[in-house]
């Protein structure tokens, strides 16, 4: 049973569409971050939020902690072609550790 | 500027052979841990350390053996390779604990016959 489920796992979509990638569980989280992964490199942090509640934006990327801070979300307006990749949540849980979600496979498709 | 430098990026091994994953980091970074990435399953903790000389089980750490005996390097070392090992490893540290946004090397893609 994986404590963080991604959904949904693949989506492919046209330019100029938007999306929202969710991330869920029935677990609390101090924080829960973001990473966008590139083919044949590792993670890259996009951003962490902390708050229940709380939201940020980077660009035309919106992320959202739940009020609970059990679940997030990242939004994406207007997707490009340079958005594709593999993006994955993890959740901070007790003691030295991350949670990570199976990730989200978007194809932007020009 | 390095960051987290893993090696080697492939590698291909036969079953019950021995190998080890080398990482090393020029951050500074007391916490360092490796993940393994499998499809579907994202990214599964193996072993994590929290400064020189302390090293502790994740989530996956049968069949791998890590040691921390300096802040810069951390290899993880499987004993006797399996198939079910086939997978692609990622170091990754942070300057604080593990709950602490993680820098990633770019991963060992290892495939065991």
């Known amino acids: 049973t994986q404590l963080l489920e991604q959904s949904p796992q693949f989506l492919s979509i046209q330019e100029g569409e938007n999306l929202t990638v969710y991330c869920n569980s029935s677990s609390v989280f101090s924080s829960l971050q973001w990473y966008r992964q590139e083919p044949g490199e590792g993670p890259v942090l996009l951003v962490t939020?902390?708050?229940?509640?709380e939201v940020k934006k980077l660009k035309r990327l919106t992320f959202q902690f739940g009020d609970a801070r059990k679940d997030s979300s990242l939004h994406i307006t207007a997707a490009q072609p340079g958005d594709t990749g593999l993006y994955l949540c993890?959740?901070?849980?007790?003691?030295?550790?991350?949670?990570f979600g199976q990730g989200t496979r978007l194809t932007i498709n020009p | 500027n390095a960051g987290v430098t893993q090696t080697p990026k492939f590698q291909v091994l036969k079953t019950g052979q021995s190998m080890t994953l080398q990482c090393a980091q020029d951050?500074?970074?007391?916490?360092m841990s490796w993940y393994r990435q499998d499809p579907g399953m994202g990214l599964r903790l193996i072993h994590y350390s929290v400064g020189a000389g302390i090293t502790d089980q994740g989530e996956v750490p049968n069949g791998y053996n890590v040691s921390r005996s300096t802040t810069e390097d951390f290899p993880l070392r499987l004993l006797s390779a399996a198939p079910s090992q086939t997978s692609v490893y990622f170091c990754?540290?942070?300057?604080?604990?593990?709950?602490?946004?993680?820098?990633f090397g770019d991963g060992t893609r290892l495939s065991i016959l």
């Open positions: 990754a540290s942070s300057p604080g604990d593990g709950n602490q946004p993680q820098h």
């Open positions: 939020v902390v708050t229940g509640g």
């Open positions: 951050m500074n970074h007391e916490y």
């Open positions: 993890a959740g901070a849980q007790g003691a030295q550790k991350l949670v």
